[in-house]
Nanobody
Framework: QLAETGGGSVESGGSLNLSCVVSGYIYSGTCMGWFRQFPGQEREGVATIALDGTTTYADSVKGRFAISQDNAKNALYLQMASLKPEDTAMYYC????????????????????WGQGTQVTVSS
């Protein structure tokens, strides 16, 4: 239903782009986002995008990451630049109406749809 691609390994200061293709029945009429999970921790919101294109970002990624979507392709993207070792995590694509209301403050337990995750590793 949600499938991420684009993770990998990069050196500090480098860039990576993540993509997520979403099943049509999920994509329509909902908000989308990216979460990440550090070992032993809950998933946390990184960036979200609403139906009208409004975006929210975690403070730790503002100015470095950019979320976008392509409605014709039912696709969600995350462009990550100036990556830091502390960005190393498993990144997940997410879809749920609750993201429209709370953005990156959405608790992961409230999100219904998830991708399988893609690992991003940033070396110093």
């Amino acid at each position: 239903q949600l499938a991420e691609t684009g993770g990998g390994s990069v050196e500090s200061g480098g860039s990576l782009n993540l993509s997520c293709v979403v099943s049509g029945y999920i994509y329509s009429g909902t908000c989308m986002g990216w979460f990440r999970q550090f070992p032993g921790q809950e998933r946390e919101g990184v960036a979200t995008i609403a139906l009208d294109g409004t975006t929210t970002y975690a403070d730790s990624v503002k100015g470095r990451f950019a979320i976008s979507q392509d409605n014709a392709k039912n696709a969600l993207y995350l462009q990550m630049a100036s990556l830091k070792p502390e960005d190393t995590a498993m990144y997940y694509c997410a879809a749920d109406r609750v993201l429209c209301q709370f953005g990156v403050r959405t608790h992961s337990r409230r999100v219904a749809y998830w991708g399988q995750g893609t690992q991003v590793t940033v070396s110093s």
